[in-house]
């Protein structure tokens, strides 16, 4: 375990008391603080306290499997030290002039700060857009049948993307379930402003969601997803896990089984779910390229 003296360091907390000790909290380096994932892109946090004990000759020890340090000051107190409130705003780390235990989520959107990637995201002013990176991971943060994989229709076992965050990325792998990664089958990832996926021996490349790629990769997991529907209907047969997706498809199976053949119902589903991922990338995507957000029922157009 190592010990080490450190003069500035930060805590992931919310609410706080001046007579907290020291050694009652998680600590994370400045340089810990920006390379902690929430999920795939975000930090775990974007809003932290900076706690300075430069002077005071404070050790702080880490387990080696541990992201946190811990402070080895068990008679100091919050009050005992100089803090500062913190906030990942525009791609960087700056002091907030608040106090240190006011509610600095409150000040920043008063401010005129947005979170405009959700809770971990980071903060941005007005005028300032996430990056074409940063949104289209954003994007793939949502798993659906129609934005991922979910059944490798090469291999017939489940499907899945899991993030890569020391290589940017995320990697694709399947499995005999949906949460048992067998084997890494390919990858996501954004060079520039193009999205690059690479799955078994077939690649994707594009930009926009009116892309030939786009489309095709959209179709190729809504496929994958209906074979193993149509494999395993009920879901006791099936090792996905329940979820909203499908639970609808399921309510709509009963009722295309009332009407017409059940794969020539899906098979007709399968534009329509080209036409929701389109609609959701595109409002992703809206701000970056100054376009209006579409409205909810543009896709069943």
């Not at 008391?17 to 390379?35: E, V």
């Not at 811990?70 to 906030?87: P, Y």
């Not at 290589?167 to 520039?192: A, L, M, T």
């Not at 609609?279 to 995507?285: C, E, I």
Request: hydrophobic content about 30%; overall charge negative; aromatic content about 16%.
């Amino acid at each position: 375990m190592p010990y080490k003296i450190q003069n500035k360091m930060y805590v992931l907390s919310g609410g706080l008391s001046p007579d907290d000790n020291l050694s009652d909290f998680r600590y994370f380096t400045k340089y810990g603080l920006g390379r902690v994932p929430r999920g795939y892109i975000h930090r775990i946090f974007d809003i932290a306290l900076e706690v300075d004990v430069t002077g005071l000759n404070i050790e702080f020890d880490r387990y080696e499997t541990d992201a946190y340090w811990t402070c080895c000051d068990h008679e100091r107190c919050l009050k005992d030290v100089k803090l500062t409130r913190v906030a990942y705003i525009d791609g960087k780390w700056r002091k907030l002039d608040i106090d240190p235990y006011a509610d600095a989520y409150d000040w920043l959107k008063k401010q005129g700060y947005h979170d405009k990637l959700g809770y971990g995201g980071g903060w941005f002013s007005k005028d300032n857009c996430p990056s074409y990176k940063e949104l289209v991971y954003e994007y793939f943060n949502y798993k659906g049948r129609n934005h991922s994989p979910e059944w490798d229709t090469k291999t017939k076992l489940y499907a899945g993307i899991i993030a890569d965050y020391k290589h940017d990325q995320f990697k694709i792998y399947n499995g005999d379930s949906p949460n048992f990664i067998q084997k890494y089958v390919g990858n996501i990832r954004v060079e520039g402003e193009t999205v690059i996926i690479k799955m078994h021996d077939d690649e994707y490349k594009f930009h926009r969601e009116t892309d030939e790629d786009f489309i095709r990769w959209t179709k190729m997991c809504v496929e994958g997803y209906n074979e193993e529907f149509l494999m395993h209907v009920n879901d006791e047969d099936s090792k996905r896990d329940e979820s909203e997706n499908r639970e609808h498809a399921k309510d709509a199976a009963e009722r295309a089984e009332k009407e017409e053949d059940l794969k020539k119902f899906l098979d007709e589903r399968i534009d329509f779910e080209v036409r929701l991922s389109q609609h959701n990338f595109q409002n992703k995507l809206a701000e970056y390229f100054k376009e209006e957000r579409r409205g909810p029922q543009w896709y069943k157009k």
